[in-house]
Nanobody
Framework: VQLVESGGGLVQPGGSLRLSCVAA????????MSWVRQAPGKGLEWVSS????????SYADSVRGRFIISRDNTKNTLYLQVNMLKTEDTGVYFC???????????RGQGTQVTVSS
């Protein structure tokens, strides 16, 4: 199993980024997928999940209305559009197999998002 995230960077408050995660080594379209993040000095925080077919999504209260999760099963790719970024969104963002209650059997190496003026 391989999950490779990209798209992070340094952005000012209010800015946007599109994070991507390319999956390989497993049947991507059979798995619910999640984004989780880790702020400096803190533990993992679940951010969002999407069903295997992409029809159901869920979000943490802290990001609902600002972040959009999506997937393209033809490209084995998971996305997270992050908008209206706040300084507290700073952290390493990981894609992971599983949903809100069972993510993490497999996780990528992460992509750094830094929100700062």
């Amino acid at each position: 199993v391989q999950l490779v995230e990209s798209g992070g960077g340094l952005v000012q408050p209010g800015g946007s980024l599109r994070l991507s995660c390319v999956a390989a080594g497993f049947t991507f379209n059979a798995f619910e997928m999640s984004w989780v993040r880790q702020a400096p000095g803190k533990g993992l925080e679940w951010v969002s999940s999407i069903s295997s077919g992409g029809y159901r999504t869920s979000y943490a209260d802290s990001v609902r209305g600002r972040f959009i999760i999506s997937r393209d099963n033809t490209k084995n790719t998971l996305y997270l559009q992050v908008n209206m970024l706040k300084t507290e969104d700073t952290g390493v963002y990981f894609c992971a197999t599983g949903g809100r209650s069972d993510y993490g059997a497999y996780r990528g190496q992460g992509t750094q998002v830094t929100v700062s003026s």
